[in-house]
């Protein structure tokens, strides 16, 4: 018997074919770490390939050649950073760029040589094959490189931070066991006082702050050890060196903020107030956020000021680019990449991407586990149904959803629209019920219970 069905009918439609525009003004580099090869038409120039070195004096002449050629738009690969210094050489010239992915412009089976890869990108961007990356404005691409800058020097504090744990280790001094961390007031305290050169642990133990739940005894019996030169030397050189990265980061994060007052205020009021405590919030820096986007992003659950930081300095605060929500998770790499031959599909599985968005929404989504909200509920509810890789991604998936929202409709987080608290409690009150009835027992309101 022949479906019918309405989805089999929309699955036979065919689809609507896109046409290509070509582009005759269309020029095409192959970069290399020492000497660019670039293509133009063959009538432009009776020499339509030619080599240029890579040295700035070099680029600037490639950019006049092609300007001679009456060239329009170009097409490159992004292939690692040898691009960058071209790629903005070329836009303030006035060229449009076109930085295409080299697994979509792989060429046809044969002999590869530079020439050929010039000559094949200029083709495929001149009968309109190519499809530009995403790059944001040159102010949003300032605040990235800062922002990524920061990270490296946080990864490098971070590393110098296990090399002091290691060192106390080695000594058996445990100063983790006595304080929750380190890096606080108490921990940093005792870290200098043992590098000046004290080591009584009851001297020691006095540097404790009044709120430290331990008393100075138990600090103190934590703080004897076997003290070593090699590794006191070790612990003085590691300790300095973090606190040099921190220096860094404190004036990274200065100049940060110079860069990011380049971004234009979407609004002058003030931040609404948190919709839920978090130490780990800095209220400037929120402000001066909702002051970018014209959004709070933070009231989302699981969303704080960095992965804030991220989306700024990964997409920026204009969202044009990406023509709907599906096509902004698509980019991120958190849906599936369905593809089809022969009527049957041959991958559902996300896109393996590089992006720096992507994997700070997957981190806010995995603390949706601990979050009363609809939001942590749903993702309870994907994880005993998907397991936890896929939960994540599926979480990290709404979020990308919700934040696209947010930014470019301008409208304020509402979880009420991501479910119903009372409906919620009603499931939750059916499943107790439904799993007392299949132990036999009856369950009672505490209320009821009590007037009886």
Not at 313 to 340: I, M, T
Not at 341 to 347: A, C, E, M, N, V
């Amino acid at each position: 018997m022949a479906k019918s069905t309405a989805h089999t009918r929309k699955q036979n439609q065919p689809a609507t074919q896109v046409r290509p525009e070509p582009c005759p003004d269309a020029a095409g580099i192959d970069l290399g770490a020492t000497v660019h090869y670039v293509a133009v038409p063959p009538e432009r120039d009776k020499q339509p390939v030619r080599s240029f070195g890579t040295q700035t004096g070099d680029l600037q002449a490639l950019a006049d050649w092609l300007i001679a050629c009456k060239i329009k738009t170009v097409a490159m690969e992004a292939t690692g950073v040898y691009w960058i210094p071209l790629f903005q050489i070329l836009e303030d010239r006035g060229l449009e760029v076109c930085l295409v992915n080299a697994r979509h412009v792989k060429n046809v089976p044969g002999r590869k040589t530079d020439v050929q890869d010039c000559q094949w990108l200029q083709y495929l961007h001149s009968v309109g094959l190519l499809h530009a990356s995403f790059r944001p404005p040159a102010v949003v691409c300032a605040v990235r490189a800062l922002v990524r800058h920061r990270e490296s020097l946080v990864r490098s504090g971070c590393e110098h931070l296990l090399r002091v744990q290691k060192a106390l280790d080695q000594m058996n001094v445990q100063v983790h066991r006595a304080v929750t961390d380190i890096t606080g007031e108490t921990g940093q305290s005792i870290l200098e006082a043992i590098i000046k050169g004290e080591r009584r642990p009851e001297v020691l133990a006095r540097h404790r702050d009044h709120r430290c739940k331990k008393s100075e005894a138990e600090i103190a019996a934590a703080l004897r050890g076997d003290w070593r030169p090699e590794h006191l030397f070790t612990l003085r050189q590691s300790f300095e060196a973090w606190q040099y990265h921190r220096k860094l980061i404190v004036e990274c994060e200065t100049e940060l903020h110079k860069q990011m007052d380049g971004l234009a205020d979407q609004t002058k009021e003030a931040a609404p107030p948190k919709m839920r405590s978090d130490k780990r919030c800095d209220e400037p820096t929120r402000q001066h956020l909702f002051e970018k986007f014209g959004v709070d992003l933070t009231a989302v659950d699981g969303v704080n000021t960095q992965t804030v930081y991220v989306f700024l300095s990964e997409v920026g605060p204009d969202l044009r680019k990406f023509e709907s929500a599906e096509h902004f998770a698509s980019w991120l790499g958190l849906c599936p990449d369905n593809r089809k031959t022969g009527g049957r599909p041959i991958g559902v599985s996300t896109r393996a991407v590089a992006n720096r968005l992507s994997t700070a929404l997957r981190m806010a989504a995995q603390s949706l586990s601990r979050v009363e909200s609809p939001l942590g509920d749903w993702f309870r509810r994907m994880k005993a149904k998907l397991g936890a890789p896929g939960a994540i991604t599926a979480a990290a998936h709404k979020l990308a959803r919700v934040l696209y929202a947010m930014v470019k409709f301008r409208q304020p987080f509402d979880p009420a629209r991501l479910g119903n608290p009372a409906l919620r409690r009603a499931r939750k009150e059916n499943a107790l019920r439904r799993a007392a009835r299949e132990l036999g027992y009856v369950l009672q309101p505490i209320q009821a219970e009590a007037v009886s």
